[in-house]
């Protein structure tokens, strides 16, 4: 039976593309093929290769300059190289528009909101009133909407998760629902109707726990 070839995207340094290997390992672990995807800003380079690969993983990153979002930078802000963020959301359009799946962990769950129309808080701790710790890698309960993809597919309504993030979703875009909250109400989970997109604020790259392992499977699951 053919494997699911996944594209990951990488972080561009000078000479190089960058990403953790725990990503392409878990992709493994779950029985896919993980490819490391060329960061190019060509639109005609990214769709031959999304024609290529059989769903997306948009991987944790730095702060996306708020002006991909229509908003001025705050003193908060350590951006990601712009020609990523420009190619993570090229890729991030064309998979879609292939109806092939797409997942998002910590900061690709944020810009797959971009890219669809939402925006973020770019700082937590200074624009949301009595949120609990989001970052260092504390740890801290979601509560999941039962009614979501995200609950059947974790087979939870309540987990605990590692944090690793400063920013969040603020306006969510059109085309997605929540499916998973903190107490302070920070989204912690997004999907879409069709059961192609599914993001997670948390890294379950981390995580060797069933729940966490099922986002794996899931990608790499044709159905």
Not at 25 to 32: L, V
Not at 183 to 203: A, F, N, T
Request: hydrophobic share 35%; proline share 4%; charged share 25%.
């Amino acid at each position: 039976m053919k494997k699911i070839i996944v594209g990951i995207t990488c972080d561009i340094k000078e000479k190089f593309y960058e990403s953790e290997r725990y990503y392409s390992d878990k992709i493994i672990e779950a029985g896919g093929i993980p490819f490391y995807l060329p960061m190019t800003v060509e639109p005609d380079a990214v769709y031959a290769v999304v024609k290529n690969i059989d769903a997306l993983l948009v991987t944790g990153s730095r702060d996306v300059d708020p002006s991909f979002y229509g908003e001025k930078k705050t003193s908060t802000i350590n951006p990601l190289d712009p020609n990523r963020t420009i190619s993570e959301l090229l890729y991030i359009k064309e998979t879609r528009s292939a109806k092939k799946k797409i997942l998002g962990i910590c900061g690709g769950m944020q810009l797959i909101n971009i890219g669809l129309g939402g925006n973020l808080f770019q700082d937590i701790k200074t624009m949301v009133p009595n949120s609990i710790q989001h970052t260092g890698g504390s740890d801290h309960f979601i509560a999941i909407n039962s009614n979501s993809y995200l609950s059947r597919l974790l087979k939870k309504k309540r987990l605990k998760v590692n944090s690793y993030h400063h920013q969040s979703i603020n306006k969510l875009a059109k085309p997605l629902l929540v499916s998973a909250r903190t107490s302070d109400l920070i989204i912690e989970g997004i999907e879409d109707k069709e059961r192609r997109i599914i993001g997670v604020q948390w890294h379950p790259e981390l995580s060797s726990s069933e729940a966490n392992s099922s986002l794996f499977k899931w990608i790499v699951n044709k159905k």
